[in-house]
Structures are given as structure tokens and as C-alpha cells.
């Protein structure tokens, strides 16, 4: 591949699309990024929106245009967009010949059931149904194969990701026992929510306090069943607002089918995840959330009960790069024939 392969980045100035914009500005394989923010207005260097970045000037953040994406022949177009702009955008975007990593939940869906929380209303339903069916999941540690020439990538959910690279060894090699049930307590700082201002994201709110949401009802649930193939009643998700601004712990509790030994459950995630450089493993030493902020590991360990029947799995990442920016950047390497690790150490 060449070395200039341009990309660009819609959202730019969100959390989400300025970690995209830091990483992809320093990418050794690519040109320099464009940058778009959907309000209209003049453009300005990523400085004015983020005054820490060193900025050269040739990170500029321009007001989005169709035109301009098509005069600058990009190669390849990141939405850190809203899912319902994302549901309009990406299969433009794939029309005008660009391909898409979407970081939005518009096509990470396959069922109608999970996709019906998302309420989308598209103008042609045919063509989003196409373009759903040809969206890769992008988890590289599942799909890797997939991914790589792939055209339109849906970036997965943080809360998703920590949950699914904890849970996927254990479902394929069927140790779990599923009657049992699985139950996922995670835990996000508030970066999560984006960077629009709620009632329920107001410092007043999450300082000093620790609140959950969204259980039974969160978005990220019909990923993590569609992933894993596992049924509604199989997993229970209950996710929480931490009062810091960014990192994921997820707490899942399980049984397995028949007693098991630690050196065994190792060996389990060893083998699946070999290869793979962005899973750390462990072991017995659970892992903290500030062993993982600012890089794009998922870290895993694990408690076996004294029976060897009950397993406690704790997963942590930082939802603004494994969970987001970070993931994105190894899809694209992935999707382009990049070495899995490039731009992201």
C-alpha cells in the first residue's frame, strides 16, 4: 500500500475523533488526516478546540463537504459521527468510493430486535439493509480475516469490547455454563457518553458519586449477544457512570459447565488470544484501570473460585482507544495490511 493513503475524520472534535485525529496525525503509513467537524462556520487548527496539542498548522478542522472529501481523494473516512448520521453517511461514502470505519452503533447490528432500540427511519431501506449486511464487525481479535480488505468496518462498543474479549475464550471452548447465567457489571468513566453536555453527565451529578443505567435497555447489550451467540436470558448487563473521565472495568461473574482448574482457564485464553497483541493477559493478578488508559490494550485476569466451578473476570481498557479511537486505527491497519500494532505504541 502506499505510503500516502489519505484519510479523514468527520466528528474531529469530539473525544472520540480528536484521539482518531492525534493518531492518525502520527501514523507512519499516511498522510497527514483531514479533519471535519459537522457545524458549519470557518475552519481552525485542532488547537482551538484542544490548546494541549503541539499542533504544525496542518491539522485543521474544517467544516464537512462532500466535495471537498472528494477533491482530496480520501482513501478512507472515519465517522465519529451520531449513529443516525453515521446510518446516512457511511453508505454515501461507500457510493463516492471511500471505504468506512464507522465508530457509531449505525451498522453494528444485525438482528432487527437489537436494532430497533437505535429507531433508525432510513430513506431507502434497501440500500441500508445492503450496507448493514456488508458491514464487518471490527473486533480484530475475532474477525481479523474479515476486516482485512474489507469496506465498511462498524467499529465496536466500549462496554462491547471489554465484555466480549473476556467472554469469547471461555463461550468457544463451551466451558460456560449458559443456565447459570452470565452477569456483566461494567463500569465507564464519562468520557462514554460523549462530549454533548446531559443532565445526567453535569459535574454536579458524577462527582462524588458512582450510578447505574441503562440496565436491561443499553445499547451495547445486542452486540455483546450477537457476538458471543448467546440469548437474552443467557447475559445480564448492568453498566455504570464512574466519576473519571475515561477507562472501562467490566466485573462478570460465571459458572462453568465442570470444574476447572486455574492453569487450565489460562490456558484457554492463552491459546485463543495468541498472536493477538492487544489482549494482556493477567491471569490472577486482576488488572486496574490505570493500567490501561491511553493505550489500546484490553487486559484480562481472572479469580477461580476454591471449587473450580465459579470464575470472576475482570477486563479493562480505556473506552477512548480500545473502546473507540484506538480500535479503529488497528481495524484500518488491519483492513489495509498494516502490522497490527502501527501507530498505535
Known amino acids: ?5 489519505q484519510t479523514a475524520v468527520v466528528g474531529a472534535t469530539g473525544y472520540a475523533g480528536f484521539e482518531l485525529a492525534r493518531l492518525l496525525g502520527k501514523h507512519p503509513r499516511l498522510a497527514k488526516p483531514l479533519l471535519f467537524s459537522r457545524e458549519s462556520g470557518n ?9 494541549h496539542v503541539m499542533g504544525d498548522g496542518q491539522l485543521r478542522v474544517h467544516p464537512f463537504e462532500w466535495q471537498k472529501l472528494s477533491d482530496s481523494k480520501v482513501d478512507l ?3 465519529a459521527t451520531p449513529h443516525e448520521t453515521s446510518r446516512e453517511w457511511a453508505p454515501e461514502a461507500l457510493r463516492r468510493g471511500m471505504r468506512v470505519i464507522d465508530l457509531s452503533g449505525a451498522w453494528r447490528l444485525q438482528r432487527e430486535e437489537h436494532r430497533a432500540i437505535y429507531k433508525f427511519h432510513d430513506a431507502d431501506p434497501a440500500t441500508a439493509n445492503g450496507v448493514a449486511k456488508s458491514a464487518v464487525y471490527g473486533l480484530p481479535e475475532l474477525h481479523s480475516s474479515q476486516i482485512s480488505g474489507s469496506k465498511l468496518i462498524a467499529n465496536p462498543g466500549c462496554y462491547a469490547t471489554s465484555i466480549i474479549v473476556a467472554l469469547a475464550p471461555l463461550v468457544s471452548a463451551g466451558a460456560i455454563d449458559r443456565s447459570a447465567g452470565i452477569i456483566c457489571d ?16 453535569h459535574f454536579v451529578e458524577v462527582a462524588d458519586n458512582l450510578s447505574a443505567y441503562g440496565v436491561f435497555t443499553h445499547r451495547h447489550l445486542g452486540e455483546i449477544l450477537e457476538q458471543l451467540d448467546l440469548q437474552d436470558d443467557e447475559l445480564t448487563f448492568a453498566p455504570h457512570l464512574l466519576p473519571i473521565p475515561r477507562g472501562i472495568l467490566s466485573t462478570i461473574y460465571l459458572r462453568l459447565q ?10 484457554i485464553y492463552s491459546k485463543f488470544y495468541a498472536g493477538k497483541p492487544w489482549v494482556r493477559l493477567f491471569g490472577a493478578k486482576l488488572p486496574q ?13 481472572f479469580n477461580l473460585s476454591a471449587d473450580g466451578k465459579r470464575v470472576v473476570i475482570v477486563s479493562c ?4 482507544m480500545k473502546g473507540a479511537a484506538g480500535q479503529a486505527v488497528q481495524n484500518m491497519n488491519v483492513m489495509l495490511g498494516f502490522e497490527e500494532r502501527e501507530g498505535l505504541n
Open 1 to 5: 500500500m502506499s505510503a500516502q493513503i
Open 43 to 51: 475552519s481552525a487548527d485542532l488547537t482551538e478546540y484542544y490548546p
Open 77 to 79: 473516512l472515519f465517522l
Open 186 to 201: 461494567s463500569k465507564s468513566g464519562v468520557s462514554g457518553a460523549g462530549k454533548h453536555p446531559t443532565a445526567t453527565t
Open 258 to 267: 465442570q470444574a476447572a482448574t486455574s492453569a487450565e482457564i489460562e490456558s
Open 289 to 301: 484501570i490505570r493500567y490501561s488508559l491511553y493505550t489500546n490494550y484490553c487486559d484480562l485476569g
Open 317 to 320: 481498557l480505556d473506552n477512548l
